[in-house]
């Protein structure tokens, strides 16, 4: 199941794993400005004349409709790049997210065109879905296969990084958006200008298409073969589900804190909407120095350790999280988002590696890409909206650090049952 690294120069494996970085980078950022917008505006915009909560739900459910369709964009991207090689997937993941990220930036809101926007919007949702349901395998395949002997943890994080540098990204511009416009200006226009940001995402794609080149082992035709994705649920069905099962932690508690809390922080605590957005800039941030360390760690002591310590803090830290922002302190609140931030990133940072050592290579895009998508769903997608019906019914955010709790035990559980595959590849 290992992948062969002899024959990688380190140039080349470095401009893969950048590009891979960059793609990631882009492609997130294009995926998680929605989530900002759906935490701060789209209630208002898409869903007017209901209740704040109803609006809110109803804004959370669209974003979480994106979830809904990644498994599908991990599927048909995982088919074709399992068949044709990784780049092409790739390149073709990006430019779907730029078209569908900016449309959503020059959709009609409910005040001119009715019950056709919110539709538009789930419709340009779906897509930004697949889209990043293909990219994730893409990027992080690239990186991966493209790595020298015994850095197969390091150099996928570099894909992984994309997810914090994006929601960076994102956050950065909305706070500078909000900076320079009065709040009815940015329920008004100020919220599309990320969304049209976004067409810079072609620009990376042609560089990706134009100068990145696929793996070695994926330049030589694949032969005649079934659907990957067939086999890979036909010989490989405990490999998905484990790796679906071990990442929903990781999941539900990045987007309960990157997305519900500001929400939570901003309607129901009355904190400034430019001080949340802080508090999760800066935890978001602190991700991307520590993603590689804990990747490169696992690539001396093992993936499944490494992702346990990170499992068993979540689970612990995630009660503290809730007390120290609703003491209304930014400070203190920034400090409770980075440590469980940290703990978030011990497990995403030798994720990529995990997950591609648990398949074959010729099965590696669809199996990776299917387990990883189907957690996102369950765990991730509608996280913010679970957080929402938890504290509406039980009026206490413990509820919710008890939910995250149990997923992190579930995790525990799936991971005993998964093969750690670094030693084999630590070897050759």
């Known amino acids: 199941m290992s992948v062969s690294s002899s024959t ?93 990220t900016t449309l959503i930036g020059l959709l009609p809101t409910y005040a001119t065109i009715g019950v056709f926007a919110p539709f ?44 914090p540098i994006g929601m960076v990204l994102g956050n950065t511009v909305f706070l500078v958006v909000a900076a320079f416009v009065s709040p009815a200006q940015f329920d008004a226009w100020g919220w599309r200008v990320p969304f049209l940001l976004s067409s810079v995402t072609a620009l990376v794609a042609f560089y990706v298409h134009r100068r990145i080149d696929d793996p070695h082992e994926y330049t030589q035709p694949p032969g005649k073969r079934r659907s990957p994705v067939i086999e890979v649920v036909r010989q490989h069905p405990k490999a998905v589900l484990f790796a679906s099962s071990v990442y929903i932690v990781l999941s539900a508690a990045f987007y309960i804190l990157a997305a ?87 497990m995403y940072g030798p994720q990529a590696a995990l997950f591609a050592e648990m398949f074959p290579a010729h099965l590696r895009y669809s199996g990776a890409s299917l387990g990883y998508q189907i957690a996102n769903v369950i765990g991730g997608g509608f996280a913010p909206f679970v957080m929402v019906l938890l504290l509406e019914s039980t009026g206490s955010s413990m509820s919710v650090a008890v939910y995250v709790a149990v997923l992190a035990v579930i995790a525990l559980v799936a991971l005993a049952f998964i093969s750690d595959n670094h030693e084999v590849e630590a070897r050759q």
């Open 120 to 163: 538009a919007l789930v419709l340009l949702r779906i897509c930004q879905g697949l889209a990043i349901g293909g990219q994730w395998g893409g990027a992080m395949l690239l990186a991966i296969e493209s790595a020298p002997p015994g850095k197969r943890g390091l150099y996928g994080s570099f894909a992984q990084v994309g997810v």
């Open 8 to 100: 990688v120069s380190p140039t080349r494996g470095r401009k893969a794993a950048v590009a891979a970085m960059a793609a990631a980078s882009i492609e997130w950022y294009d995926f998680f400005i929605y989530a900002t917008a759906a935490a701060l505006v789209f209630g208002k915009v898409f869903f007017p004349g209901v209740s704040p909560v109803s609006a809110i739900l109803a804004s959370f459910a669209t974003f979480g409709v994106g979830f809904a369709a990644r498994p599908l964009g991990g599927v048909v991207f995982g088919h074709f790049g399992d068949k044709l090689g990784r780049k092409p997937m790739l390149v073709a993941s990006l430019l779907l997210m730029a078209v569908s």
């Open 260 to 346: 519900g809390l500001l929400d939570y922080g901003t309607r129901t605590l009355g904190i400034p909407k430019s001080s949340m957005l802080l508090a999760v800039l800066v935890s978001v941030s602190s991700m991307v120095l520590t993603l590689p360390l804990f990747a490169a760690l696992s690539d001396r002591v093992g993936r499944k350790p490494v992702f346990a310590v990170g499992a068993v803090a979540t689970g612990i830290s995630i009660f503290a999280v809730f007390p120290l922002v609703e003491t209304l302190n930014v400070g203190l609140a920034i400090l409770g988002l980075v440590i469980t931030m940290t703990t978030i990133a011990m």
